[in-house]
């Protein structure tokens, strides 16, 4: 039972696998006892399928109860105990909530270093593990000492081109990481690909346009023939390829891809299956990006509708997929529509997410934006202020997520001519990124090309040249995101 109920959940059939994972839970309680490993285990697995549906408190309460009782019986350095409290960590933050997850993850690691030693590989994943929870605070210094400190062990201990030492170079660079793949697996290695796709993705995200596609072009012809046009890996790979055709302005050629991806995954997975979900959601966003809002809303509302079903009406896909058909609304200036779905998806993250969770910072940003295209500037800057000052405090002042809201704050004072408030807060933004991303890092060029323009307005001449009058991720209209995105751009990483 317990492995039909992994087969359902790596299928996405939440349902199916829960039900099948309580009967497993229940029967080993009564059968071997509440205290027994085999139970513990059963339960961390519905823990798991519970938090993929975010059910938060669910998966909290018995992974809770599975650390505790692991402490107690085992011990509180028993392998299981450690893997046990990791999964915890996650739980904490997947909920944006960090300081439970740092915690977890230095005990799980100083203790694995205690007894295993700082270089088995068990200590290096935890570290690694650290590591992530540390950069996505934009704690880039405590992060890169890690990743070093990882990848130098694992080359002295595993070998260089070991693959845990592949992997370990792929968070620090992930052109040689790529490189060392390909000469240890061969060129049309599932892990290859998967690590030519993440390098790709890499240039996309500098503007080497040429060059990420011509990788992608090669993951998904070797994709196709090595496993199959209709697998999953190849389905996600074509989506990527088409997010470069499409980021380009290539529409005919993304198009192409991105309906054959969606009709293979209706196909293949089925029309309600979470990934058939996304790539429906993918091809919206397109046909966003050329106006072509009719179709984009069609397909939106069908997945809006299909995730609420599936999903469950509070589930964080469902939540991000409301979000988008708002945008669509908000763009066709249907405010009352947007706000309607905005309004909503905010209170239901404050309640299920917790109010100072990323993704409820980036939802209650999106009202203000449409708070905003509406003029209600009152309303707009209470929001706003409020999304600032929690970004300060959960992800730190010089997270980029906090910077874009530091300057879509300034935008809104500027917008009402309030010049000393905005030009103090451009300062503060151009300054920071200077510190942090470096002179020449793209966001911080544009934060000094809204300085220029926002100081231009004033009539004060720069050297600088007039490159954007919108701050940061208000680009092409008022929406925002995380880290200079769009509120929710498709993904790429496979």
């Known amino acids: ?46 823990a798991s399928t519970y938090r993929n549906q975010g059910r938060w408190t669910e998966a909290e309460g018995l992974q809770v109860a599975v650390v ?12 299981s105990t450690l893997t046990w409290m990791a999964n915890l960590a996650t739980t904490y933050s997947t909920q944006g909530r960090w300081t439970e ?26 570290m690694a593990n650290l590591a992530t929870t540390y950069s996505t605070q934009g704690r880039w210094t405590e992060a890169e000492g890690l990743e070093v400190a990882v990848m130098e062990t694992s080359k002295r201990v595993l070998g260089e081109e070991h693959p845990s030492t592949l992997r370990s170079m792929a968070n620090l660079a992930s052109m040689y990481w ?10 049309e290695h599932p892990s290859t690909l998967t690590w030519m796709a993440n390098l790709a993705t890499t240039y996309s995200t500098q503007g080497r346009w040429t060059e990420a596609e011509g990788l992608e072009v090669a993951v998904v012809e070797t994709s196709k023939r090595v496993l199959g046009e209709e697998h999953p890996s190849t389905l996600t790979w074509m989506a990527n390829l088409a997010t470069t055709y499409s980021t380009q302005g290539r529409w005919t050629e993304a198009e192409g891809l991105e309906v054959a991806v969606m009709e293979t995954s209706k196909r293949v997975l ?7 979900l996304t790539m429906m959601a993918n091809l919206a966003f397109m046909y966003k990006r050329q106006g072509r809002w009719t179709e984009a809303e069609g397909l939106e509302v069908a997945v809006v509708e299909t995730s609420k079903r599936v999903l469950g009406e509070e589930h964080p896909d469902t939540l991000t997929m409301m979000g988008n058909l708002a945008s669509t609304y908000s763009k066709q200036g249907r405010w009352t529509e947007a706000e309607g779905l905005e309004v909503a998806v905010v209170e239901t993250s404050k309640r299920v997410l917790g109010e100072e969770h990323p993704d409820t910072l980036t939802s209650i940003a999106n009202l203000a934006s449409t708070y905003w295209a509406q003029g209600r500037w009152t309303e707009v800057e209470e929001l706003q202020v409020a999304v600032m000052e929690m970004s300060k405090r959960v992800l730190g002042e010089e ?16 917008s009402q001519g309030r010049w000393t408030e905005a030009e103090g807060l451009q300062v503060a933004v151009v300054e920071t990124s200077k510190r942090v991303l470096g002179d020449e890092h793209p966001d911080t060029q544009r934060s000094i090309d809204n300085l220029t ?10 050297d600088s040249s007039e490159l954007s009058e919108i701050p940061m991720s208000h680009r092409d209209a008022s929406r925002q995101g995380s880290s200079g995105q769009s509120p929710h751009p498709p993904p790429r990483s496979p």
């Open 270 to 276: 089925g029309e309600e299956h979470p990934s058939t």
């Open 453 to 462: 323009v926002m100081q231009r307005k004033q009539g004060r001449r720069t």
């Open 399 to 414: 997270h980029p997520d906090t910077l874009t809201r530091i300057a879509i704050l300034a935008f809104i004072y500027e």
């Open 1 to 46: 039972m317990a492995n039909l109920a992994s087969t359902y959940s790596k299928q996405g059939r939440w349902t199916e696998a829960e039900g099948l994972q309580v009967a497993v839970v229940e029967t080993s309680k009564r059968v071997l006892g509440e205290e027994h490993p085999a139970t513990l285990t059963s339960m961390a697995n519905l």
């Open 68 to 79: 505790e009782t692991s402490k107690r019986l085992l011990g509180e350095e028993h392998p």
């Open 178 to 187: 790529n490189q060392g793949r390909k000469r240890l697996l061969g060129e």
């Open 101 to 126: 997850a740092e915690g977890l993850e230095v005990a799980v690691m100083e203790t694995s270093k205690r007894l295993l030693g700082e270089e088995h590989p068990s200590t290096l994943t935890w």
